[in-house]
């Protein structure tokens, strides 16, 4: 019997019928479907595709050129487009491109992202957390006025260390570097009941950049009761963002400095955070089930076939067919489904892996 999890790491939420859920980022502009075609030759396919990255024009174009070259190698595929308002969809249905509202940061795990005692807004070790790669466009350099900060910081796909981590260093060096704590001097990866762990143990936590997608850490912090402090963006991550949970700072280190202050005053009760948040992922997410089964129904004559969101939650929506990293990934799902990968470049058989 085919393992469930198989499938999951490839972005395949459902074998029969056939449906994929992964994101759109810079290799694979319509996820997996366009980076790996021939896991859903000579079979009806269902691919729901979501982004990493705020929708600009050219990236909605580059949708819709992606799903017309697919279409003519998969003519029995369709695609469904996720925009996280309904501007977006707006503009993804002008390009041709199917879409209705559902933002994915609604798929963070609640039961692992989740409040721990003491709930009183008491007990904090850190005024602050940032959980964000270290990369230019996270602006750490923003939290040189934060003085009791922690930091978590993911490699890169392939585990590779970030080249902007020493300047992050010069900039902070009086933050916690938890990933090297946890590591006992060496970078940790940690995995999920790690950070949500780790970010019980701060007041708030800090999103700075100007401009990305939903930014998942974003939700990660409310589920598990964190106040936010954020500067303004693009990318719609300020969707779940309300008073007196959230605090939007102008791009300057003391405002922002003086907004942790804020949230350190107003002691809110972590389960107070967790439950406001929680309402609004409960209503979101029936809303997406009901109008994906009713599309399911229609394509395919399953009804009712997503009964909740495990499927979602679970699947590994990255994907980069070129490198090792996720190519593994997809044999073992190729493997069960009886398709036969093309070869990869020799360059990118072996991933690198950061000690």
């Keep these: 019997m085919a393992n469930p999890r198989s499938f999951l790491e490839a972005g395949i939420v459902s074998l029969d019928p056939l449906i994929s859920f992964t994101k759109r980022h810079t ?4 996820g997996v479907v366009g980076g790996c075609p021939e896991l859903f030759m000579g079979r009806p396919s269902l691919h729901i595709m979501a982004s990493s990255w705020v929708l600009h024009d050219w990236a909605i174009a580059e949708i819709a050129a992606e799903i017309k070259r697919v279409s003519q190698i998969l003519p029995q595929a369709s695609f469904l487009f996720l ?8 503009r993804l249905s002008a390009a041709g491109v199917p879409s209705f509202v559902a933002c994915s940061s609604i798929f963070v795990d609640e039961n692992v992202f989740r409040p721990l005692p003491p709930f009183d807004g008491s007990g904090f070790e850190f005024d602050a957390i940032y959980n964000a790669r270290m990369e230019p466009y996270k602006r750490h350099e923003l939290a040189t006025r934060i003085e009791n900060l922690a930091l978590i910081y993911d ?26 704590e946890l590591g006992k001097g060496r970078y940790l990866r940690l995995d999920k009941p790690t950070i949500a762990n780790e970010l019980n143990r701060a007041r708030c936590g800090l999103c700075l950049s100007a401009e990305e997608g ?10 598990a009761g964190l106040p936010i402090v954020s500067t303004k963006s693009l990318g ?63 394509m395919f004559g399953s009804k009712d076939l997503f009964e909740n969101s495990h499927s979602f939650i679970n699947a590994s929506v990255f994907t980069e067919p070129s490198k090792a990293w996720s190519r593994n990934k997809l044999q073992l799902a190729a493997e069960i489904l009886g398709v036969t990968l093309p070869p990869i470049a020799e360059e990118n058989v072996t991933g690198v892996v950061r000690a």
Aim: glycine share 4%; net charge neutral.
């Design 27 to 30: 290799p694979t502009p319509i």
């Design 83 to 90: 925009g996280t308002t309904e501007f977006d969809t707006y």
């Design 236 to 298: 719609d991550r300020d969707r779940y963002f309300a008073n007196p949970y959230a605090i939007i700072a102008p791009d300057d280190p003391q405002a922002l400095a003086d907004a942790v202050l804020e949230m350190k005053r107003r002691k809110l009760n972590k389960v107070g955070v967790r439950d406001h948040i929680g309402r609004i992922i409960g209503f979101e997410r029936n809303a997406f089930l009901r109008a994906l089964n009713r599309i399911v129904a229609e």
């Design 214 to 223: 939903e930014m998942r850490a974003s939700m990660e912090y409310l589920l």
């Design 155 to 180: 490699c890169r796909f392939d585990g590779s260390a970030s080249p902007f981590e020493a300047s992050v260093r010069e900039w902070l060096p009086n933050a916690r570097y938890l990933n090297h």
